[in-house]
């Protein structure tokens, strides 16, 4: 555990929890009182109980110090190996704002720009068809009325199927093309342009990783490297992220938290999946940009801290600070009313999501505060209003519509908020 840590010290070298580390911060260190963030430790430690989580890592910074970063419960379903700091976790969807970043570096260097069709460098998209109806056997389809743009696969708005109520058979269609069994970027965008869109680009917003692959190829086309090559050399070695990437070598693999989900019965399993039964492994063929990284906690820190700090840590400059300024603006100002399908309280930026109205989300926060989230229960917020980072990292698959363990989230972020002095 590190208290007031220099962030450079957190991506060298995290250690193992102990007894002795878990002395709470001085009184109003970065103004978080001590007593209040103890009933945060509290929270954490009753949830990884032997009747909840298996474990968790979790880090507050503020102002550039790292306040608090604590590992609770154990790393594995035996419950035999306690949770460490440096544990590594699939963090699926907060993959996406890496990616994100990664086209605003290309957009920075003037070699794409956010309005741009996505078909002047993916011509296999130059003639989409939208179903207009029939079946997944016999489906009717009409031209497109305006190009994908790279701004709406960011904003996920670019029209494709995400299996939502109402686009079955598009999403059938998208099942049968099966763009995830692809052997590479280059081979899903391949699959996935043969397959009509549900929407007409820029009408809607529906989130799904499809659009995040896309731009993965994209950049990957652009960049003229593949696509994980340029993350590690424009992202992950600047920032010092050693233990970032879609792959964790061997020798690392014993730090990887197990990942879990809740049976019928009611009791916690292993997860299915090769990601589960092979901890390290690619978790798909291909390097999934929407969903495929591995990281830590200390790891994920220094990139947040680098969008707070607008664009640079350490020296090391990934973006302006003019881009980050728009990353952090809602982008869904087309529609009435400009929000999420998950919130009226919250827009969309490029790679997460932007608060609207604090009082109508209904948890402790700020306007604009920007972050995202990933399918096994991993979460971060970036708040520049408060210069507050917040990353809680588990790993488990929730089941919807299965009584199962209660979602950490909001009484996570108002622990944390509700510390401050």
């Known amino acids: 555990i590190f208290l007031l840590a220099p962030l450079f010290a957190v991506a060298a070298a995290v250690p193992p929890a102990t007894a002795a580390a878990h002395a709470p911060a001085q ?16 929270f954490l430690r009753e949830a990884t109980d032997a009747h909840g989580y298996l474990g968790a890592v979790a880090l507050v910074a503020r102002h550039g110090e ?24 699939r963090i699926y969807s907060m993959s996406k704002t890496v990616t994100s970043v990664a086209a605003l570096i290309l957009m920075e260097e003037g070699r794409l720009a956010l309005d741009d069709p996505i078909a002047n460098y993916l011509p296999e998209f130059s003639a989409m068809q939208v179903l207009a109806g029939g079946s997944a056997d016999a489906p009717q389809l009409s031209p497109a009325t305006r190009p994908i743009t790279i701004r709406q696969l960011l904003t996920h708005t670019a ?3 995400t299996g939502a109520a109402g686009e079955e058979v598009a999403t059938q269609l998208l099942e049968r093309a099966d763009p995830h069994a692809a ?17 007409q680009p820029g009408t809607r917003f529906r989130y799904d990783g499809v659009q995040i692959e896309v731009l993965s190829r994209l950049i990957e086309v652009v960049a003229r490297m593949p696509f994980d090559a340029f993350l590690q050399q424009r992202i992950f070695e600047p920032l010092r992220m050693r233990d970032t990437g879609f792959m964790v070598p ?27 039964a092979h901890p390290g492994e690619r978790l798909n063929a291909y390097s999934s940009g929407a969903g495929g990284l591995y990281s830590t906690a200390g790891d994920y820190l220094r990139f947040c801290q680098m969008l707070l700090d607008g664009g ?10 003019k881009s980050v300024d728009l ?9 009435d009313p400009p929000v999420t399908s998950f919130s009226e309280a919250e827009g969309f930026g490029l790679g997460g999501s932007v608060v609207l109205d604090v009082a109508r989300r209904g948890r402790l926060g700020s306007p604009g505060a920007f972050g995202w989230s990933g399918a096994a229960s991993t979460y971060y917020t970036i708040d520049r209003q408060e210069q507050l980072v ?21 009484p996570f972020y108002n622990l944390v908020y509700q510390a401050l002095q």
């Open 312 to 321: 640079t840590l350490d020296g090391a400059s990934i973006l302006g600070r």
């Open 159 to 161: 029209g494709f199927a």
């Open 66 to 89: 790292v306040v608090e970063l604590r590992a609770f419960g154990h790393r594995d379903l035996a419950r035999a190996e306690p949770m460490t700091t440096d544990a590594i976790f």
């Open 27 to 42: 009184t109003g260190v970065q103004g978080f009182s001590t007593q209040r963030l103890q009933r945060l430790d509290r």
């Open 390 to 410: 917040a990353i809680l990292l588990l790993q488990h698959l929730p089941h919807e519509g299965r009584k199962d363990l209660p979602k950490l989230s909001v």
């Open 250 to 276: 061997p020798d690392q693999r014993g730090r990887i938290a197990d990942i879990s989900a809740m049976d019928a019965q009611g009791h916690l399993v292993l997860a299915e999946g090769p990601s589960a």
């Open 183 to 199: 052997a590479d970027l280059h081979g899903y965008a391949a699959r996935l342009a043969r397959v009509p869109l549900a929407a």
């Open 327 to 335: 990353m952090m603006q809602n982008q869904l100002t087309q529609f």
